[in-house]
Antibody, heavy 125, light 106 residues
Framework: EVQLVESGGGLVKPGGSLRLSCAAS????????MNWVRQAPGKGLEWVSS????????YYADSVKGRFTISRDNAKNSLYLQMNSLRAEDTAVYYC??????????????????WGQGTLVTLSS | DIQMTQSPSSLSASVGDRVTITCRAS??????LNWYQQKPGKAPKLLIY???SLPSGVPSRFGGSGSGTAFTLTISSLQPEDFATYYC?????????FGHGTKVEI
């Protein structure tokens, strides 16, 4: 059974830092790209960052570029998000999500097929 | 960035109703469109991928259609467990973007 378990959330002051972790099990972690997606209280979903299976390709949303760093340790089946210079608008539940794809006849189609339960990050002075 | 626009933002329906939610992309995304269902306090769940494909375990009352810029999620006969918020998401190009969600309520 695929499981993704996030941890590391909590209350932090604006300008502070936090490191989120996502422990993966039930699948061959090293062969999948992974993502962080967040959801502010009462709001919709916002993709934050992606990392390819070997960490060769990394992407960020403009809203976090230069402040957040995604990484992974395939030996530990773990995904991380280092968040620096945190702002009030970073308050959200942060989900890790597995990135899979389906090869159609003309292209590969990507989707987030498994999600963790989320970890809450709260910014408050 | 590709903008995803969902409509309506919310709807009221009854058990057994046919429900349709639309999603429009600001540019063509071919069939790179996914739908997710989210219940309160829970993580999103993949409902439809590649515009019209159902993952294993998703009931056949859910259906997706469309390509290019216009997409539709249809629930053929609404069940009590389907009351939730539904999001579309494009996977054509980064940044991956989501619609703002459609809340389906009684």
């Amino acid at each position: 059974e695929v499981q993704l378990v996030e941890s590391g959330g909590g209350l932090v002051k604006p300008g502070g830092s936090l490191r989120l972790s996502c422990a993966a099990s039930g699948f061959t972690f090293s062969t999948y790209s992974m993502n962080w997606v967040r959801q502010a209280p009462g709001k919709g979903l916002e993709w934050v960052s992606s990392i390819s299976s070997s960490s060769s390709y990394i992407y960020y949303a403009d809203s976090v570029k230069g402040r957040f760093t995604i990484s992974r340790d395939n030996a530990k089946n773990s995904l991380y998000l280092q968040m620096n210079s945190l702002r009030a608008e970073d308050t959200a539940v942060y989900y890790c999500a597995r990135d899979d794809f389906w090869s159609g006849y003309d292209a590969a189609y990507r989707f987030f097929d498994y999600w963790g339960q989320g970890t809450l990050v709260t910014l408050s002075s | 960035d590709i903008q995803m626009t969902q409509s309506p933002s919310s709807l009221s329906a009854s058990v057994g109703d046919r429900v349709t939610i639309t999603c429009r992309a600001s540019q063509s995304i071919s069939s790179n469109l996914n739908w997710y269902q989210q219940k309160p306090g829970k993580a999103p769940k993949l409902l439809i991928y590649a515009a019209s494909s159902l993952p294993s375990g998703v009931p056949s009352r859910f259906g997706g259609s469309g390509s290019g810029t216009a997409f539709t999620l249809t629930i053929s006969s609404l069940q009590p467990e389907d009351f939730a918020t539904y999001y579309c998401q494009q996977s054509y190009s980064t940044p991956w973007t989501f619609g703002h969600g459609t809340k389906v309520e009684i």
